[in-house]
Structure formats: structure tokens, C-alpha cells
């Protein structure tokens, strides 16, 4: 298991092993190559929208030019309140990001 900082939340964010092999699998445009954007993504988004399609989701989301030509990293976050708990459900490349309430955006 991985603990990413994140100051958005106010602590760390578990990525375990078996979610680490679901981003592998499903999404090996960006594990295992680019693991430290998945990090740097949480560190610094660019924005933060509440998931549209699961309760207590957030999308973290950060562009970086020099991915694929230009890609946003999302990387999806489900909080368990009761726990104080933060793991990575998800991460993907997207070329736009879609769906979901924009909670904050960098000005």
C-alpha cells in the first residue's frame, strides 16, 4: 500500500495494491509509467469535482501538457468520514473532463 499527501483533504490518500493493479489493468496509459503525475495530481489539482456517479467521491484533476500531446490525470478519491479515511478508487487519462460539481478550481 501507497499514502499520497494531500492537502485538499488534510491528509493521505491510500492507494493499495489491489487498486494499483485495477489502474494497471484498466488504465496502462498511466500506471505503471506515470505514477508520480497520480501523486502530483493529488499534491496540486487543478480542480476538484464531486463524483456525479458515487456518493462520497471526489475527481481530483490536474493538465499536463506533455502527456499523450495534452491530457488531464483524474484521479478518484472515496472519503469514509466515519474512518477518516481517503483512497484512490480510480485514476485515468481523459482528454476532457466530464460530469460531476465543481467543488473547487485553481484561480
Known sequence: MTHFPCPYLRGEVELTDQRERHIAETHPDLLPAHRERIARTLADPD????SARFAGARLFARWYDDLRGGKHVVVVVVTEAAARRHWIVTA???????GGEVEWKRS
Not at 480542480?47 to 464531486?50: C, F, G, K, L
Not at 485515468?92 to 466530464?98: E, G, P, T
Request: proline fraction near 0%; charged fraction near 45%; aromatic fraction near 10%.
Open 92 to 98: 485515468y487519462v481523459a482528454r476532457k473532463l466530464a
Open 47 to 50: 480542480e476538484v469535482r464531486r
